[in-house]
Each structure stands twice: as structure tokens, then as C-alpha cells.
């Protein structure tokens, strides 16, 4: 039995906000500048030179790259040999998420309820999802998410007979949607499966995956790559002002579902896709 | 690219003037406002109250900022996303508003009303916020401080970049713009 002190757990969320809000992963900074190098429309290729000057900005003077530092979305992997010692494990997580929003100077964007809609100040409570898994470490995923993508995601239910045109034309209709609103150039998260509430985690974890890691499967793996090209023929472009570059990467995450049932999500992000993963 | 010069306020005949897909630096006073503050705005106009700023002429940025951190004018502060700010915003272009400056698209009924009494809808590269917070000359609180990010704060501004999306004639350039590129790439 290892174990980790909720101290560690504070101290390592606490840093890892700041980095996700201040420096974008280089996996998506990269994809920003491939498209950029093969973007052929001025004004496209305008814009995209600016995100890269952004990303830049916010590295050189330790500031959030967005002003939507986002919901604090924390994925933990919490090895079945670990012992968290020293108070509650969840707790930990958000006073982490707190400690960093306020020394990191991040918005703090959570109302306590979603009618009454009052601020809760430090940008708690995190939004936790934990997986138990072998091992004796603990994982930590943060992927602050902004709302201006997150709004313009779209999930249905559909008979097993939609099959697979069905789920590729819901992907690509919900990008169409959404147009200029999430911030193109989007990543794009599917979730396929499950049932109504697993098949949105699953697409909220296919944002969690590094842009250039295809899906370990060679099925979704292709669709991944047919989805990106369909939605690079929309002619959306960054910010919407046209252009090739509508979405950098298309992720898609699978699992089994019931005879009955053909779930799909599109969990869209902007071109800050956040993620910082570590062990403890 | 021909890039124009304009200053806020912007009077209804300069706000005539821009054409959409025109590049503009704009320098001048701004005011912030998003979602909870319109609510606040139009609450106090159905009482039949004042408003806590001049909306004559005024240019409103729909922007939340980052907390400035210490010795900095203001903290990131890009764009949030216009349709949520369209329930509000012809109640004020009718007052006087001539400017709104956000990101993503705008309802019909707006675009009715800024075709009506002349006004302007300006893009800012949404989630360019560390690179926009440089144009932020100076920033100061002016009401709702219990709002926190979505306060209403004044910002003077220099040379702000932006792209008129709607003009007063109500032409598009979420349309326009992808029409033209997508009959490029088919020639």
C-alpha cells in the first residue's frame, strides 16, 4: 500500500491550473502551426499566425492564454494500492483548483447554482470524474474547459439503423452548428456508446488525448482522419471568417452499448484544448 | 490590406462607414459588459430607470477578464461569444449603442436593429486574450463589483484589432467570407 498525502494532491493540482491556462500543450500548438503552414487563405492564415502570437504572448508574460480559464475538469486514475492519507481526496482536488485560480490570477467562472447563478468566488467545485485502476499511483488529468465550445456541443440518441453515416453526419452537422461560435480552429471530441450519460464523458475524454495520437483502433482511427477532411471542407476557418482550418484534430473514444442504443456526443473545443497530465 | 484608424465613442455616421470585412484599429474608451451585466442594464431600463454609463455613441465589449496581476492594467481579456449578449442588445442600439465587439453570431433581430438606427458588430480573434490585454491602456471599475470578471469596467484602448463583421447594412462576413473562400478552392 503507497500513500499520498492530499497535501501532494494540493500542492500538484494547484500548479497544474496555472500551467494548463498559461501554456498550451505542445501537441495542439503544433497542430495550430502545421495548419498554418498549409492554410492557403490569407485571411486564414492571418488569423492563425495570431494564435501562435497569443500562445507566445501568454507564455512570455505567465498569463492565461484565454480569459475563459474554464470549468476545472480533473480527471483522477486513483491506483487500487494507494492509501490518500491526511483528509478527503475530493477536497483536496478543489482546494487545489483554488489555491491555483487565485495565485495563478484565473478567472474564477462557476456559478454555485445554475438558476441563481451566483458566483462561488474561487472557481469551485471542480468537476471530478475518477477512475480506479491497477497500480500505485495517482494520475491527475486537468483539462480547464471554456464555455464558448462547450455550449455549442450536441449529443443524441440514435437507433442502431443511423449506423455509422449517422453518427459521421451528427459530427460534422453539430461543427456546421456551431459555425463561428466555439472559436475555430476547434478539436472536435466524440464519444460513441455507452449510454446518455457515459457517451458525454466519453467525448469530454477524447479532448483529454493529444491531438496526434489517433484512436488505438484502426476504424476510428480512419474515421478520426475522414471526419478532420470533412470538416476541413466546410470552409469555416478560423474565427469563421472562412479558410481551410475548421477543426485541428478529430478524437474519438468508443465503448459497448446496449442492442437498442446508438449514443453520440460531440464535446467541441476552442483552439485552446487544455490538458496537463501527471503521477503521483 | 487597407487597415482603418476609428475611434470610440463612434457616432452613427462613422458607424455607417465601416463595411463588413473592413480590418480596424480602434483606439478610444470602451465599456465591458456580459451576460449578467445586460441582465442588470435591462432590468434597470424596464424599471424606467438610468443607466450607470452613456450607451450614446458607446461601443460595449462582451469580454470577462482575468484578474490583473500585479503592476499589469488588466489580466487576459479576450471575447466571449455574442448570440447570448442578442436578447439585450437591440434595447441598447436603439438608446444609442453604435458598437459591439465579441465573437460568433448574431440573431436576426439584431441585425434588424443595427440596420435600423446604424450600428456595428466588430470580431476580436476569440482566445487571443493575452495578445489583446496589450492593446488595454488603462482600466477602471465603474459598477456591479459584486459581479467580479462581469462587471462593468471602462477600458481605454489602443489600436485594437478588429474585423467588422456586420455592418449597418447588415451584410455578413460569417457568410461571406466562407462563400468566397469555398468558391476559390472550386476554381
Given at each position: 500500500?503507497?500513500?499520498?498525502?492530499?497535501a501532494?494532491?494540493?500542492?500538484?493540482?494547484?500548479?497544474?491550473?496555472?500551467?494548463?491556462?498559461?501554456?498550451?500543450?505542445?501537441?495542439?500548438?503544433?497542430r495550430?502551426?502545421?495548419?498554418?503552414?498549409?492554410?492557403?487563405?490569407a485571411?486564414?492564415?492571418?488569423?492563425?499566425?495570431?494564435?501562435?502570437?497569443?500562445?507566445?504572448?501568454?507564455?512570455?508574460?505567465?498569463?492565461?492564454?484565454?480569459?475563459?480559464?474554464?470549468?476545472?475538469?480533473?480527471?483522477?486514475?486513483?491506483?487500487?494500492?494507494?492509501?490518500?492519507?491526511?483528509?478527503?481526496?475530493?477536497?483536496a482536488?478543489h482546494?487545489?483548483?483554488?489555491?491555483?485560480?487565485?495565485?495563478?490570477?484565473?478567472?474564477?467562472?462557476?456559478?454555485?447554482?445554475?438558476?441563481?447563478?451566483?458566483?462561488t468566488?474561487?472557481?469551485?467545485?471542480?468537476?471530478?470524474?475518477?477512475?480506479?485502476v491497477p497500480?500505485?499511483?495517482?494520475?491527475?488529468?486537468?483539462?480547464?474547459?471554456?464555455?464558448?465550445?462547450e455550449?455549442?456541443s450536441?449529443?443524441?440518441?440514435?437507433?442502431?439503423a443511423?449506423?455509422?453515416?449517422?453518427?459521421?453526419?451528427?459530427?460534422?452537422?453539430?461543427?456546421?452548428?456551431?459555425?463561428?461560435?466555439p472559436?475555430?480552429?476547434?478539436?472536435?471530441?466524440?464519444?460513441?456508446?455507452?449510454?446518455?450519460?457515459?457517451?458525454?464523458?466519453?467525448?469530454?475524454?477524447?479532448?483529454?488525448?493529444?491531438?496526434?495520437?489517433?484512436?488505438?483502433?484502426?476504424?476510428?482511427?480512419?474515421?478520426?482522419?475522414?471526419?478532420?477532411?470533412r470538416?476541413?471542407?466546410?470552409?469555416?476557418?478560423?474565427?469563421?471568417?472562412?479558410?481551410?482550418?475548421?477543426?485541428?484534430?478529430v478524437?474519438?473514444?468508443?465503448?459497448?452499448?446496449?442492442?437498442?442504443?446508438?449514443?453520440?456526443a460531440?464535446?467541441?473545443?476552442?483552439?485552446?484544448?487544455?490538458h496537463?497530465?501527471?503521477?503521483? | 490590406?487597407?487597415?482603418?484608424?476609428?475611434?470610440?465613442?463612434?457616432?452613427?455616421?462613422?458607424?455607417?462607414?465601416?463595411?463588413?470585412?473592413?480590418?480596424?484599429?480602434?483606439s478610444?474608451?470602451i465599456?465591458t459588459?456580459?451576460?449578467?451585466?445586460?441582465?442588470?442594464?435591462?432590468?434597470?431600463?424596464?424599471?424606467?430607470?438610468?443607466?450607470?454609463?452613456d450607451?450614446?455613441?458607446?461601443?460595449?465589449?462582451?469580454?470577462?477578464?482575468?484578474?490583473?496581476?500585479?503592476?499589469e492594467v488588466?489580466g487576459?481579456?479576450?471575447?466571449?461569444?455574442?448570440?447570448?449578449m442578442?436578447?439585450?442588445?437591440?434595447?441598447?442600439?436603439?438608446?444609442?449603442?453604435?458598437?459591439?465587439?465579441g465573437?460568433?453570431?448574431?440573431?436576426?433581430?439584431?441585425?434588424?436593429?443595427?440596420?435600423?438606427?446604424?450600428?456595428?458588430?466588430?470580431?476580436?480573434i476569440?482566445?487571443?486574450?493575452?495578445?489583446?490585454?496589450?492593446?488595454?491602456?488603462?482600466?477602471?471599475?465603474?459598477?456591479?463589483?459584486?459581479?467580479?470578471?462581469?462587471?462593468?469596467?471602462?477600458?481605454?484602448?489602443?489600436?485594437?484589432?478588429?474585423?467588422?463583421?456586420?455592418?449597418?447594412?447588415?451584410?455578413?462576413?460569417?457568410?461571406?467570407?466562407?462563400?468566397?473562400?469555398?468558391?476559390?478552392?472550386?476554381?
Amino acid at each position: 500500500m503507497k500513500e499520498i498525502t492530499t497535501a501532494s494532491i494540493i500542492e500538484k493540482v494547484r500548479g497544474m491550473c496555472i500551467e494548463a491556462n498559461n501554456l498550451l500543450p505542445q501537441d495542439v500548438s503544433g497542430r495550430i502551426r502545421a495548419c498554418f503552414e498549409e492554410e492557403t487563405w490569407a485571411p486564414a492564415k492571418d488569423t492563425l499566425g495570431k494564435l501562435l502570437e497569443n500562445v507566445d504572448a501568454a507564455r512570455e508574460k505567465g498569463v492565461p492564454i484565454c480569459q475563459d480559464t474554464g470549468l476545472a475538469c480533473v480527471f483522477l486514475e486513483l491506483g487500487q494500492e494507494v492509501h490518500i492519507v491526511g483528509g478527503n481526496l475530493y477536497e483536496a482536488v478543489h482546494e487545489g483548483v483554488r489555491q491555483g485560480y487565485k495565485e495563478g490570477y484565473l478567472r474564477k467562472s462557476v456559478v454555485a447554482d445554475p438558476l441563481r447563478r451566483k458566483n462561488t468566488g474561487d472557481n469551485t467545485p471542480a468537476l471530478i470524474t475518477t477512475d480506479i485502476v491497477p497500480g500505485d499511483k495517482l494520475t491527475i488529468t486537468v483539462g480547464p474547459k471554456g464555455a464558448g465550445s462547450e455550449n455549442m456541443s450536441r449529443l443524441a440518441m440514435f437507433p442502431p439503423a443511423k449506423g455509422e453515416k449517422g453518427v459521421k453526419d451528427f459530427v460534422v452537422e453539430t461543427v456546421q452548428l456551431a459555425g463561428p461560435n466555439p472559436c475555430p480552429p476547434i478539436v472536435v471530441g466524440v464519444g460513441i456508446g455507452g449510454n446518455f450519460d457515459k457517451v458525454a464523458l466519453l467525448a469530454k475524454k477524447a479532448l483529454m488525448r493529444s491531438t496526434e495520437a489517433r484512436n488505438s483502433d484502426e476504424y476510428y482511427a480512419a474515421m478520426e482522419i475522414e471526419l478532420l477532411e470533412r470538416i476541413n471542407k466546410l470552409g469555416i476557418g478560423p474565427q469563421g471568417f472562412g479558410g481551410r482550418t475548421t477543426a485541428l484534430a478529430v478524437n474519438i473514444e468508443a465503448c459497448p452499448t446496449h442492442i437498442a442504443c446508438l449514443p453520440v456526443a460531440v464535446n467541441i473545443n476552442c483552439h485552446v484544448t487544455r490538458h496537463v497530465k501527471a503521477a503521483l | 490590406m487597407e487597415i482603418k484608424r476609428i475611434t470610440a465613442p463612434i457616432t452613427r455616421e462613422a458607424a455607417k462607414s465601416l463595411r463588413s470585412g473592413d480590418s480596424v484599429l480602434l483606439s478610444g474608451e470602451i465599456y465591458t459588459a456580459r451576460d449578467a451585466a445586460h441582465g442588470r442594464l435591462v432590468e434597470l431600463l424596464d424599471k424606467g430607470e438610468k443607466l450607470p454609463i452613456d450607451i450614446k455613441d458607446t461601443v460595449i465589449y462582451y469580454v470577462g477578464p482575468t484578474p490583473a496581476k500585479p503592476g499589469e492594467v488588466i489580466g487576459s481579456a479576450g471575447p466571449t461569444t455574442s448570440y447570448r449578449m442578442d436578447a439585450y442588445a437591440p434595447r441598447l442600439i436603439e438608446l444609442g449603442m453604435t458598437g459591439m465587439i465579441g465573437k460568433g453570431k448574431r440573431s436576426g433581430e439584431v441585425i434588424e436593429s443595427m440596420k435600423k438606427h446604424g450600428a456595428v458588430y466588430l470580431g476580436a480573434i476569440g482566445g487571443a486574450a493575452a495578445l489583446i490585454a496589450k492593446c488595454v491602456t488603462a482600466c477602471e471599475l465603474v459598477c456591479y463589483e459584486d459581479l467580479g470578471s462581469e462587471a462593468i469596467r471602462k477600458l481605454t484602448v489602443k489600436d485594437f484589432p478588429l474585423t467588422v463583421v456586420i455592418d449597418s447594412l447588415g451584410v455578413n462576413l460569417y457568410e461571406t467570407g466562407v462563400k468566397e473562400y469555398l468558391a476559390s478552392v472550386k476554381n
